[in-house]
Structure formats: structure tokens, C-alpha cells
């Protein structure tokens, strides 16, 4: 059974591009979460989804962000024209049951480097 | 809100030392709580999770305590071992999402 996985592991953008970060779950998982780990930070979340629904978004900055986990492929996190201050680890997690029940599984990581 | 806090910040320790490392949240409604291990530049690996209605959780040389109504948890590392050099994290959940603590980042010495 694979891990979480994550793709592409590093990513460089120039400002004003836009970033698209996959994550595919754990087989069985239907709840994935986005969490951020900026420089020297510790990590925070994002948002959370499950199939085809945003669950909460309160992590999620209010402009250029969105996220999405479609019926059919791994979910999405989108950032549109990039800024240095996104340079970040970005983190994706996915558990098999609502939130609270059991663990959380983390991918390895989408580094994202903004020139 | 949620806020945890993890002591010390850094620690060195001469390989062999037992050593604890702590954590401690503010709200302790939570639905468990997991200690995490990263290496630099690597993702998270779950270490121990321990439920809101559980005292403790072993794996191998580590054993993590949670004292919920006080908002602790201490995870305890046996014999340590240069390999075990890396970032620790708490974190606890509550509602929907993980509230991270800031780490601890251990070096052990051969």
C-alpha cells in the first residue's frame, strides 16, 4: 500500500506564474488535508477536503489559493501568481475516516521556490 | 484557539542518554494527539498517536504520556542514538485540523 504521495516534489516558479501541487491519498483514504510549512515555520493548516467537497478552508489565504479533490484523480492545491512570500513546503495529509477518528498519513512534501 | 508549545526548542545529548521532550496545548478538548519525526528536508513520519482517552502509547525504545486535563504530553526516547537526530513534532487534534507545535530539534552525538 503506498504512502501519500506527492508530486512534483520541488518546484520553481518565477512571480506572477502559477503553481499546481498533486497529491494522491493513501489507497482507502478519502479525506485529504493541506497544511503549509513556511521557512523557519511551523506547519499550518490549509484546508481540508473529501471527495468532491471542501470541508473547511479557514487556513487557506483569501486571494490566489484553491484547492480541490475531484471524484476521479488526486486533489489539487492551485496558487495563482506567485509571490516570494509562498515559498514554502507544502504538505499533503490523508486519513481514511473524518477527522476524528485515527491518524494522519503525510506525503513527503512539494517544495515551492518563488524567483 | 488551539496553541501548543514544545520544550526545549534544541537539544544535544551524548548518544546513550535517555531524554524526554514535552509538549503542552491549551485546549483540551482534542480527539488525540500524534508525535511526528522529521528529517531536514524530508516529509513527517507518524511516531505514536495517542487517543483523548488513552495515558500512553509504546513503540520500541519511545513511549509518549498525555495528561489531558493538564494539556501535557511527554514523549520519552530510551538509549538514544545518533539516528535518531531530527526534528520532533507534537500535534493535537481537534475539530478538523492538526495545531502543530513548534519542535524539537535533537542532536545526538556518537
Known amino acids: 500500500n503506498a504512502g501519500v504521495m506527492q508530486n512534483p516534489r520541488h518546484l520553481v516558479r518565477r512571480r506572477g506564474q502559477e503553481a499546481r501541487l498533486r497529491c494522491s491519498p493513501m489507497?482507502?483514504?478519502?479525506?485529504v488535508y493541506w497544511y503549509r510549512q513556511l521557512p523557519e515555520e511551523g506547519l499550518k493548516f490549509m484546508v481540508y477536503l473529501q471527495k468532491e467537497n471542501i470541508i473547511d478552508e479557514s487556513g487557506m489565504p483569501k486571494e490566489r489559493f484553491s484547492a480541490e479533490f475531484p471524484k476521479e484523480g488526486p486533489s489539487i492545491l492551485r496558487i495563482q501568481q506567485v509571490v516570494r512570500g509562498d515559498s514554502a513546503a507544502y504538505f499533503c495529509a490523508s486519513s481514511p475516516g473524518p477527522p476524528n477518528t485515527g491518524e494522519l498519513f503525510f506525503g513527503e512534501g512539494s517544495r515551492l521556490t518563488v524567483l | 484557539k488551539q496553541e501548543v508549545t514544545q520544550i526545549p526548542a534544541a537539544l544535544s545529548v551524548p548518544e546513550g542518554e535517555n531524554l524526554v521532550l514535552n509538549c503542552s496545548f491549551t485546549?483540551?478538548?482534542?480527539?488525540?494527539l500524534q508525535w511526528f519525526r522529521q528529517d531536514p528536508g524530508k516529509g513527517l513520519t507518524s511516531l505514536l498517536l495517542i487517543q483523548s482517552s488513552q495515558r500512553e502509547q509504546t513503540s520500541g525504545r519511545l513511549n509518549a504520556s498525555l495528561d489531558k486535563s493538564s494539556g501535557r504530553s511527554t514523549l520519552y526516547i530510551a538509549a538514544s542514538q545518533p539516528g535518531d537526530s531530527a526534528t520532533y513534532l507534537c500535534?493535537?487534534?481537534?475539530?478538523?485540523?492538526?495545531?502543530f507545535g513548534g519542535g524539537t530539534r535533537l542532536m545526538v552525538k556518537p
Open positions: 485546549d483540551s478538548a482534542i480527539y488525540n
Open positions: 500535534a493535537v487534534k481537534a475539530g478538523n485540523m492538526l495545531t
Open positions: 489507497k482507502g483514504h478519502s479525506h
